[in-house]
């Protein structure tokens, strides 16, 4: 099973700045099976990024998702206040899904 | 729109059941593999099961193998988890998720409490 691990666990940032996100697996992914997922507090998980680097649809093009093998990122160029939430990465297949712990993109 | 909306998340006793549901609408619900996923504070998302657009193919996380049931019903356009021999540590928010492969959407989730 594919364990994956994101950091940092909390991201202090201010609105305008960049911020990058990590999401380290315990093996390698294979078929670009890797997504991205933004939470806010009482919110379900939304979709940001899908195989790898694929916005979402109405996903603002300032996201941005790239890596390979064990290391993906994603990145979001400017921070916007509503973008201040829980990111988490997720690994798929095999019809079963892999969570990392979450970032915590804080103000 | 498309939406699921999670149904029958109770306050129940360790050991006991609970059934939840999760209506789709706006899509074509037989279309799409279905999973279950909950939420805690302290181990965050889980995967829990999936079933496949017929309910021929089921998956369960090993935490709820032998225990959890899930099922479908597309001329209702739901999806179900029997939740049995419930414990302490099943408390969480579960949210019902259409499978593209990845979840697209989720319903926006029913609190299961295991408490005495």
């Known amino acids: 099973e594919i364990v994956l691990t994101q950091s940092p666990g909390t991201l202090s940032l201010s609105p305008g700045e960049r911020a990058t996100l990590s999401c380290r697996a315990s093996q390698s992914v294979s078929s670009s099976y890797l997504g991205w997922y933004q939470q806010k507090p009482g919110q379900a998980p939304r979709l940001v990024i899908f195989s790898v680097s694929s916005r979402a649809p109405d996903i603002p093009a300032r996201f941005s998702g790239s890596g390979s093998g064990t290391d993906f990122t994603l990145t979001i160029s400017r921070l916007e206040p509503e973008d201040f939430a829980v990111y988490y990465c997720l690994h798929y297949g095999k019809q079963r899904w892999t969570f990392g712990q979450g970032t915590k993109v804080d103000i | 729109e498309e939406q699921l909306v999670e149904s029958g998340g109770d306050l129940v006793q360790p050991g006991g059941s609970l059934r939840l549901s999760c209506v789709g609408s706006g899509f074509n619900f037989s279309r799409f593999e279905m999973n279950w996923v909950r939420q805690t504070p302290g181990k965050g998302l889980e995967w829990v099961s999936y079933?496949?657009?017929?309910?021929?193919?089921?998956e369960y996380a090993d935490s709820v193998k032998g225990r959890f049931i899930i099922s479908r019903d597309n001329a209702r356009h739901s999806l179900f988890l029997q939740m049995n021999s419930l414990r302490v540590d099943d408390t969480a928010m579960y949210y019902c998720a259409r499978d593209r492969a990845y979840p697209d959407i989720w319903g926006q989730g029913t609190t299961v409490t295991v408490s005495s």
């Open positions: 079933i496949s657009k017929s309910g021929t193919n089921i």
